[in-house]
């Protein structure tokens, strides 16, 4: 006899395996204590379990159903916490970037803790944005033409009356303009957007600015 389970309870199943992973030994000041990015990464790995991802400056660990820590663990990955992880009112304000939470290593930013969120698929941006992801694609695209130059997909009386009647694209707007995004044209790819359960579609790394890209990565 096959037993076929729902979405809901494969999903309860795997939260339930990644909660009891998480090692009631974990502590962020301890984290925090140890000096060498490979003592960190050793720590998160024997009290957090493996990995949920990996890129060339931080590794991202699951903390429970709501926190995840992102490690950083080169210089780079520390100058994009920084980055991503410091406050700033204003760009909290606009909902576009998954919540940064107070255990967060405000003094060094060897690590942050942010929001989980799931993927976002090209699908929810009809439901959360009120157009198309390809629709959405043009609009990104005049974005960067307004702050680089170039042609823009969508005329420029039309792009307005977006930004003037859409919130979260008028947050999307500013955020392009004034945040000095190293390359935004990485917001054209879906890989780079999340679902939050408060906030909806938002960008799942703002940690990659114009002076980290051209010290770290140009």
Known sequence: MIIRLTE???????????????SENFF???LKSIRSLNGRLK????HLGLPIGKGSSRVCFQLDDD?????AINNKGIAQNE???????YLDSMDIK?????????????FIVCEYVLPANKKDFPKMIGMTWNKYVDFVKTCICQRKGGTPPIDWETFRNIIE?????????DYIANYDTADAGDLCYIRNYGLSKDKGIVILDTGLDDEVYRKYYQ
């Open 8 to 22: 809901e309870q494969l999903l309860s199943i795997i939260n339930k395996r990644i909660n009891e992973a998480i």
């Open 28 to 30: 962020f000041v301890m």
């Open 43 to 46: 720590y998160c790995k024997e």
């Open 67 to 71: 926190r995840i820590l992102k490690l």
């Open 83 to 89: 980055v991503e992880g410091r406050p700033d009112c």
């Open 98 to 110: 998954p919540t940064v939470f107070d255990e967060t290593d405000f003094d060094d930013y060897l």
């Open 165 to 173: 009647n859409n919130e979260k694209l008028h947050s999307i707007n």
